[in-house]
Every structure is written in structure tokens, then in C-alpha cells.
T-cell receptor
């Protein structure tokens, strides 16, 4: 069974440009999460989808970030316009159930560098 | 709010040495606790977990015990190998009815094991 995949693995853009990150969860997983690790600090939650609906977007830093999950399958995270402080590693995770039995499976991450 | 504090790294050990990585947490209620590991070039993998007080999670020779009285979940391994070199993240998830499924992570501890 394929794991969570993310594309691209690396992205280098200039301040003010737009970048779109993609996450393909494990097939059949209704829950999809986005997290971010900035400058070697802790990994922080961004948002949580249940199927195509945003369940919790309390971690989204500002309105320059837009996440979508069309049809409840893959998800995209767009940053527009990108700022220097957006540099970091963006992780996606997916899980099948909610509650104490839930295990989140993570992708390899997308390393974003904003120059 | 919820928070996780890990010992700062990097930690450098010789092969077969004993490993302890300290982790303490702050949370209301009864969170579930996790250790994730990120090997070089890979995504986060769940290493072990514990869902209630006094539970011991174990996997691949690693162990951690959920200590509610000290709000700790220290990671231990009796004899580390070079292949254990990675970044280790402690994380918590609030219990049922307490803030959804998002994970709160520590800053990560880099472990380097040398021959």
C-alpha cells in the first residue's frame, strides 16, 4: 500500500511568488492534516480536513495560505504571495479514523525556501 | 494551551550506549502521547505511543512510559545502534472531546550514534 506522498520535495521561490504544494493521502483515509516545521523549531499544526471539509483550520497563519481538498482525495496548500518567514518543511499526514485509535501517517515533507 | 518540551540536541552517543531523551508536556485532561522519528531523507514515522497513564509504549527496542504524576514521556533505549541516528519528536494529542485530532509537537532532538 502506498504511503502519503508529497510534491514537490523541494521548492525554491522568490518573495512575492506563489507556490502550491500537493499531498496525496493514503487511499481511503478521510482525515488529512497539514503541519509545518519552521527553522528547526517544533512542528506546528496548520489544518485538518475530514473528506473535503475543513474540520479545523486554527493553525493557518494568515490569509496568504489557502488549502483545498477537492473531492476529498488529494489536497493542495497554496501560499500567495510567499514571504521569507514561510520557509520551512511542510508535512502532510493522513489517518483513517478519529479518536484514541487514530494513527497519523506522515509524508516525507516539502522543503520550501523563500528567498 | 497544550505544549511539549524536549531536551535540546544534538545528542551524540557511541554505539551500544544507553539513550534517554526527556519529554514533558502540559495539557488539560488525558492526552495521548507519541514519539515520532524522522530518519535522514524520510518522513515522520510513528515510533511508539501511549494513550493513558502508566501505559508503556515500545517498539524496535525503544520504550516510553506515560507518567501523569510527572507529566513526562521520556524515550529510552538500552543499546543504540548507528541506524538509530535520526531526529526524534515527542508529541501529544488531546483526549476525546478536547480539541480534535491535531498533534502538538516538541522541537525535536537530533540523535547521532557513532561507532
Amino acid at each position: 500500500e502506498a504511503g502519503v506522498t508529497q510534491f514537490p520535495s523541494h521548492s525554491v521561490i522568490e518573495k512575492g511568488q506563489t507556490v502550491t504544494l500537493r499531498c496525496d493521502p493514503i487511499s481511503g483515509h478521510d482525515n488529512l492534516y497539514w503541519y509545518r516545521r519552521v527553522m528547526g523549531k517544533e512542528i506546528k499544526f496548520l489544518l485538518h480536513f475530514v473528506k473535503e471539509s475543513k474540520q479545523d483550520e486554527s493553525g493557518m497563519p494568515n490569509n496568504r495560505f489557502l488549502a483545498e481538498r477537492t473531492g476529498g482525495t488529494y489536497s493542495t496548500l497554496k501560499v500567495q504571495p510567499a514571504e521569507l518567514e514561510d520557509s520551512g518543511v511542510y508535512f502532510c499526514a493522513s489517518s483513517q479514523e478519529r479518536g484514541r485509535t487514530d494513527t497519523q501517517y506522515f509524508g516525507p515533507g516539502t522543503r520550501l525556501t523563500v528567498l | 494551551g497544550n505544549s511539549v518540551t524536549q531536551m535540546e540536541g544534538p545528542v551524540t552517543l557511541s554505539e551500544e550506549a544507553f539513550l534517554t531523551i526527556n519529554c514533558t508536556y502540559t495539557a488539560t485532561g488525558y492526552p495521548s502521547l507519541f514519539w515520532y522519528v524522522q530518519y535522514p531523507g524520510e518522513g515522520l514515522q510513528l515510533l511508539l505511543k501511549a494513550t493513558k497513564a502508566d501505559d508503556k509504549g515500545s517498539n524496535k527496542g525503544f520504550e516510553a512510559t506515560y507518567r501523569k504524576e510527572t507529566t513526562s514521556f521520556h524515550l529510552e533505549k538500552g543499546s543504540v545502534q548507528v541506524s538509530d541516528s535520526a531526529v526524534y519528536f515527542c508529541a501529544l494529542r488531546r483526549g476525546i472531546g478536547g480539541g480534535g485530532n491535531k498533534l502538538t509537537f516538541g522541537t525535536g532532538t537530533q540523535l547521532k550514534v557513532e561507532l
